[in-house]
């Protein structure tokens, strides 16, 4: 099974950056998408970014400008740049990622990090 944790969250001001960053462990066949979800308190999760494999980067329009998504195949990791942070961004972002597990006959799971917390204050 996959492992993905997230690191690089914390605490900035408005305005500021941060970059996160999410590796893989274990054993999987494949990865398909990776990408970075975020839950701010009483909200639900939503879909912020992610790179499906040998496609470009999708981007929610709620970040769009601000955050850009990288993502390394080769090594399976995947990293959020966030700039110009708002208040509004305070959230878990997680990590997670479409993984092929099988040989001749491929199944897929979505994997999730424990997350990592942002908080930006104003």
């Known amino acids: 099974q996959v492992q993905l944790r997230e690191s690089g969250g914390g605490l900035v001001q408005t305005g500021g950056s941060l970059r996160l960053s999410c590796v893989t462990s274990?054993?999987?066949?494949?990865?398909?998408?990776m990408g970075w979800h975020r839950q701010a308190p009483g909200k639900q999760r939503e879909w912020v970014a992610s790179?499906?494999?040998?496609?470009?980067?999708l981007i929610a329009d709620s970040v769009k400008g601000r955050f850009t998504i990288s993502r390394d195949s080769a090594k399976n990791t995947v990293d959020l740049q966030m700039n110009s942070l708002k208040p509004e961004d305070t959230a878990v972002y997680y990590c997670?990622?479409?993984?092929?597990?099988?040989?001749?006959?491929?199944?897929?799971?979505?994997?999730w990090g424990q997350g990592t917390q942002v908080t930006v204050s104003s």
């Open positions: 997670n990622a479409d993984v092929i597990y099988g040989t001749d006959e491929e199944y897929e799971v979505e994997s």
């Open positions: 274990g054993t999987f066949t494949r990865i398909d998408s």
């Open positions: 790179v499906p494999s040998g496609r470009s980067a």
